[in-house]
């Protein structure tokens, strides 16, 4: 009994993966259950009484961190779902509801999960009286079954809520089975034990939806340069959780505001995204390594991630490859970040944004120096890097619009990884002389 027991701790899929915890131990009840009953009906007398269930054997409980990071569905990809939403729910049989209502049903029912994050059973459990308006504050109210914390609070955007209150509007058009009335979404029938939609519904719609769709484009790109399709078995209402999350993460929401919207106990939980944040800040820099180029906007690839990480410091146009400047992280620039005539400067299309900030504030710049009457070398300081950051810059774009389109979108998507990484980096900001033109120099 040893043997089978642990037979069944570590049963395995098919392709190798554990099944659930939860679906190993249901199948090691039903297990002892067959056994009982062959012994009480008297067909298991040969077997010796030995091979009976003992207090030992059970399956230990599995904390299963459905919050694990890596599942989200990427932001392009749901823009290709939302561009299909208008089939999901086709031809899904559900009880007395028409066709069409089924499918507005589904379709509200995933615009819930997209937006709002909710686990799909705090989804399905919705409740009619689920919403609070005040003005444009919308806040949703919903059930963590789970953790058996209840009518938490979330605030929604108002074009959620429109979506719901549409639902509803039909939905109280609707003959429902009376123990649904309570409940946003309805159970399939009056018979049901469950009086809303039960999860494994929801997920049979969006797995029927998904396989019904034409081909999705991951957005990657495989060596040559084709684009990879997405693969639609990662599409499952779970896997909205974590594009909620993923969304919420990559905006740059702190951790404990995230841990909050997704009602976490522990913040450990919630910074696993941020972890992916890490990782996809990784491919970021293995795509923009090699669109490094030098002072005057010619390529000078990094060597490796590791040369962008680590040989170089992000000064605020660009990364600096001077040794001092770097071990001092840099704050130890000897030219006073004069970058655009500095041959250390490696700036790449990710600082694009910047340069031409910096182009708009040195061109203000000269132009009050000229207002002040201010000597040639002042203005001509300027002129020149001016100059510099503009050759440097129309380079950069020229490159850009030569390239493939879709290599092209990667380097854009890796640019806007890389400044969110920046700018939620808690970097010290470096000793640059700030002119406030109302105050004065600070
Ligand atoms: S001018 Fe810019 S690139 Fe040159 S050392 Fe200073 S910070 Fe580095």
Request: aromatic residues 8%; charged residues 25%; proline residues 6%.
């Amino acid at each position: 009994m040893d043997a089978v027991v642990d037979a069944f701790r570590d049963l395995r899929k098919p392709d190798g993966e554990r099944y659930a915890f939860t679906v190993r131990r249901d199948l090691l009840t039903k297990f002892f259950q067959l056994l009982d009953f062959g012994r009480k009906a008297g067909l298991l007398e040969e077997l010796a009484g030995g091979f009976a269930r003992h207090q030992s054997h059970m399956i230990p409980v599995e904390e299963r961190d459905d919050d694990e990071a890596g599942k989200a569905i990427p932001e392009n990809v749901i823009a290709q779902l939302d561009a299909q939403v208008r089939t999901l729910g086709v031809d899904f049989p559900y009880g007395q509801m028409t066709p069409d209502d089924v499918q507005l049903m589904f379709q509200t029912a995933y615009v819930v999960l997209r937006d709002t994050g909710r686990r799909p059973i705090e989804v399905c459990s919705l409740k009619t009286n689920y919403l609070e308006i005040d003005g444009d504050n919308v806040t949703l109210i919903w059930d963590n079954h789970k953790k058996k914390r209840y009518k938490r609070r979330l605030p929604i955007t108002t074009s959620t809520a429109g979506a719901i209150q549409h639902w509803m509007r039909r939905r109280d058009q609707m003959v429902l089975p009376p123990k649904s009335r309570a409940y946003l979404f309805p159970s399939i029938s009056a018979d049901t034990g469950i009086p809303h939609l039960i999860p494994g519904n929801l997920a049979r719609a969006i797995r029927a939806w998904a396989d019904a769709l034409p081909a999705l484009h991951s957005g990657n790109l495989d060596r040559d340069g084709a684009p990879l399709p997405f693969d639609t078995e990662t599409i499952f209402p779970y896997a909205f959780r974590h594009s909620y999350a993923q969304r919420h993460a990559d905006a740059g929401v702190r951790p404990d505001v995230l841990r909050d919207l997704m009602d976490h106990r522990s913040v450990d939980t919630t910074m696993g995204y941020y972890k992916v944040s890490l990782e996809r800040k990784r491919d970021a820099v293995a795509t923009m390594r090699l669109q490094v180029v030098d002072r005057s906007g010619q390529p000078e690839p990094m060597a490796s991630t590791t040369a962008y990480e680590a040989r170089s410091v992000a000064v605020p146009y660009g990364n600096c490859t001077e040794p001092t400047n770097i071990k001092a992280g840099g704050k130890s620039c000897p030219l006073r970040f004069q970058c655009a005539g500095c041959g250390f400067y490696r700036p790449d299309p990710s600082y694009l944004p910047a340069v031409e900030e910096q182009l708009h504030q040195l061109r203000t710049d000269r132009e009050t120096a000229l207002a002040m009457d201010a000597a040639d070398f002042v203005t001509r300081n300027l002129t020149d890097q001016i100059d510099a950051y503009t050759e440097g810059a129309e380079k950069m774009h020229k490159r850009l619009a030569e390239l493939p389109a879709e290599q092209r979108v990667e380097i854009e998507e890796a640019g806007r990884i890389l400044r969110k990484a920046l700018a939620s980096d808690s970097h010290t900001m470096l000793p640059l002389t700030v002119i406030n033109r109302d105050q004065g120099a600070s």
